[in-house]
């Protein structure tokens, strides 16, 4: 039986290259993998993390390359908790796609979602959008903002847990998991006797 | 951005349902996939639309080109405002609409849910159970019992009914053997059931009374085969939406390496020599494959000589403002409507609880084989379902004809080009996963289709 309380799912998002998929691993992993690109076969990655006194588990989904011709799967975003834009500081036309993957989001994302700004690669030397810029544009958006280097493995934790933190703390407030008799997930943990589910 | 990689092993076009679970399959079994669409959205004619990208929505550009085969797009798309106030407020809500060109359902003991959890595919959708069958006798709505119990707690069925019922459904298998009867509706009335019970069996098999006893007694079958595996009927429909399928099969292809790329407006021409195709062309660059496989809809006209579409389906599409038969809960009901008696339309009534209209609405789903047009077809059973004043009312509604293409065949194909069709006409997804599985086994023989994909579960990280 698994000991945790809470399963959140939270998505990656942003141009190629911005290091989603390196941010995941190190904070999954705690490596940065010295290769490039995405890792055949790998869905999404799990971690469990205690929260005050629970253990919470983090499904965190990575975009598996479809967002380098822009063709992200709409479910992608489907029942996400949390979803994390990720630019890289040191790239200005990553930073300007910005807007057009917040017009995907609010179109498939459920407005509910915990949004959180991220700018990657602050160990590079060659910065080209000032910390403020970016703190402005989360501002603007209503989404919270952190600077992050997956290579030096700076604020990625802190980034996670923050995550952790907030789905937790909303969690409690609207008492989220409900349980639906008439919803199912095909995979075998469903119930014969409830009606939506998930096949298994 | 980055350009198309030049070389793979497989190059497909369209992102329907066919496609993509070809696309999945190949990419599964580690070979390199470029999968294009020319269209912004995936699952051309399976896809699901927000109700003003349903509106926009635009079956015939104007253009053909190469790669926009106009014989085999939807025809006589139409929508309508019956209640111009409710416009604004519906349109408000626009996203909130998952609103599919082609739903579908699922047996839940069918082949294509095994094959959603033997692949591990499942991990990507949710599903909702139909939660009552109806069906339309003497002018009203009548439930479909669909489990034993059921039978025994109905009303309608009396105790002698009862036992010739569950004496004929226990032993369909020696029927077939043992019949000379070839209708399935004559044999039924020679059983001595009633009318009600008949109505039932029929609604069951989805059966006209043309239907043979052999299919009959198969459907009959199916359909008590997926009882009792999940909710109370034996239909599952995916949440949000049929659309929701392909996309999940593209996933997995993108996570096993696919490469996706949608919107693609810059293609040219599928180059054949020798009675193969060479290569695609792009404004920007030669994509060389081993094999190439298309959907009909984007298949240029050289390919597919001779083009004779016989038959269409018939599609409407409603917004309502209450179930056809109101209950405490939100109900998913699947109707089956016997119109004449060569035809069966199937109704899906969908609430909010499907992912696929906004609270206080129903989605409504008609599916038929086509005899005149869409509006014609329906014209009967929407008078007998919306029409009286204490009936839903309707707010929208949309009509097309989708070319049914899944029996068509052509000559002289280039012997490395797959042809995907479009829907075809029946309740489920098991012909069209047929029609993957033998694309995939023509390419890759004795390579395996879908194998289980590993969990991710598998790869837990604690602390
Ligand atoms: N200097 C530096 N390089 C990084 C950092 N994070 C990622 N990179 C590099 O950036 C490149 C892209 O990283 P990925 O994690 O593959 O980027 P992605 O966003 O997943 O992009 P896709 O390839 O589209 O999946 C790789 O060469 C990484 O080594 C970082 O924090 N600092
Ligand atoms: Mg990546």
Redesign the interface.
């Known amino acids: 039986m698994d000991d945790y309380k809470f399963l959140f799912k939270v998505v990656l998002v942003g141009n190629?290259g911005v290091g989603k998929t390196c941010l995941v691993r190190r904070f999954?992993?705690?490596l940065f993998p010295p290769g490039q690109g995405a890792t055949?076969?790998?869905?999404?990655?799990?971690?469990?993390?205690?929260v005050g006194n629970e253990k919470v588990k983090l499904?965190i989904w990575d975009t598996?390359?479809?967002e380098?011709?822009?063709?992200i799967?709409?479910?992608?975003y489907?029942?996400a908790h949390a979803l994390i834009l990720v630019y890289d500081i040191s790239c200005q036309p990553t930073f300007d796609c910005l807007p057009d993957w917040l017009r995907e989001i609010e179109?498939y994302a459920s407005s509910k979602v915990l949004r959180v700004l991220v700018g990657n690669k602050i160990d590079r030397d060659d910065r080209e959008i000032p910390i403020q810029v970016g703190e402005e544009f989360a501002e603007r958006h209503n989404m919270y903002f952190l600077e992050t280097s997956a290579k030096e493995s700076d604020n990625v934790e802190r980034l996670f847990m923050q995550i952790a933190e907030d789905l937790m703390k909303q969690a409690r407030m609207t008492n989220v998991p409900r349980y639906?008799p008439?919803?199912?997930?095909?995979?075998s943990s469903?119930q014969?006797s409830?009606?939506?589910?998930?096949?298994? | 951005m980055d350009e198309l990689p030049s070389e793979v092993d497989l190059l497909i076009i369209g992102t329907g349902f066919i496609e993509s679970i070809i696309s999945a399959a190949a990419s599964r079994i580690g070979k390199s996939v470029l999968h294009l669409d020319p269209n912004d959205y995936y699952g051309n004619q399976w896809g699901s639309f927000n109700l003003q990208a349903l509106l926009d929505y635009n079956p015939d550009p104007s253009e053909p080109c190469d790669f926009r085969n106009k014989s085999f797009s939807l025809k006589n798309f139409h929508y309508e405002w019956l209640m111009e106030d409710q416009k604004e407020d519906l349109l408000k809500n626009s996203r909130k609409f998952n609103i599919d060109l082609t739903p579908k359902l699922h047996y839940c003991r069918g082949d294509f849910v095994q094959l959603l959890i033997t692949s591990n595919i499942a991990r990507y959708s949710e599903f909702r159970s139909v939660t009552r069958i109806l069906t339309w006798l003497n002018g009203q709505l009548e439930l479909v019992p669909c489990s034993r119990s059921d039978v025994f707690a109905s009303q309608k069925v009396s105790v002698v009914e009862k036992r010739v019922l569950m004496k004929l459904l226990t032993s369909l298998d020696d029927i077939l053997d043992s019949e000379n009867t070839h209708n399935f509706k004559k044999f039924l009335e020679s059983r001595k059931l009633s009318d009600n019970l008949v109505t039932y069996v029929m609604a069951m098999a989805g059966a006209t009374e043309h239907t043979s006893l052999g299919e009959g007694v198969k459907s009959v079958k199916r359909f008590l085969d997926s009882l009792g595996r999940f909710g109370k009927t034996p239909y599952l429909f995916s949440m949000y939406g049929s659309g929701e399928i392909a996309q999940a099969f593209c996933r997995l292809s993108a996570v096993f390496g696919g490469i996706y790329a949608l919107n693609q407006q810059n293609l040219i021409s599928l180059d054949s020599e020798d009675n193969r195709i060479t290569s695609l062309t792009t404004t920007k660059q030669q994509i060389r494959a081993q094999n190439y496989v298309t959907s009909l809809e984007q298949c240029s006209e050289k390919f597919l000589r001779p083009v004779k579409i016989n038959n269409y389906i018939s599609r409407a599409i409603l917004i309502t403002n209450k179930s056809i038969l109101p209950s405490e809960q939100e109900q998913l009901s699947f109707l089956i409507y016997p119109e004449g008696t060569e035809r069966i339309i199937n109704v899906f009534e969908l609430g909010s609880l499907t992912g696929t209209c906004p609270k206080n609405y129903y989605l409504v789903h008609l599916t038929s084989k086509q005899v005149t047009t869409p509006q014609e077809d329906f014209k009967g059973a929407l008078g007998n379902l919306f029409s009286g004043s204490d009936q839903p009312q309707i707010i929208f509604s949309c009509y097309f004809s989708i070319p049914e293409t899944s029996d068509l065949d052509f000559e002289n194909v280039p012997e490395n080009l797959f042809l995907c069709p479009g829907p075809d006409n029946d309740l489920d997804y098991n012909s069209s996963i047929q029609k993957a599985r033998e694309i995939f086994e023509k390419m890759y023989p004795d390579l395996e289709f879908l194998p289980r994909a590993p969990d991710p579960e598998e790869i837990i990280i604690g602390d």
Do not use: P
């Open positions: 190629a999954t992993q705690g055949i076969g790998v869905d999404f990655m799990i971690k469990t993390v205690d499904q598996a390359g479809q380098r011709f822009r063709s799967t709409q479910s992608y489907r029942s179109e639906d008439n919803s199912y997930n095909v995979d469903s014969e409830s009606c939506c589910s998930r096949l298994t």
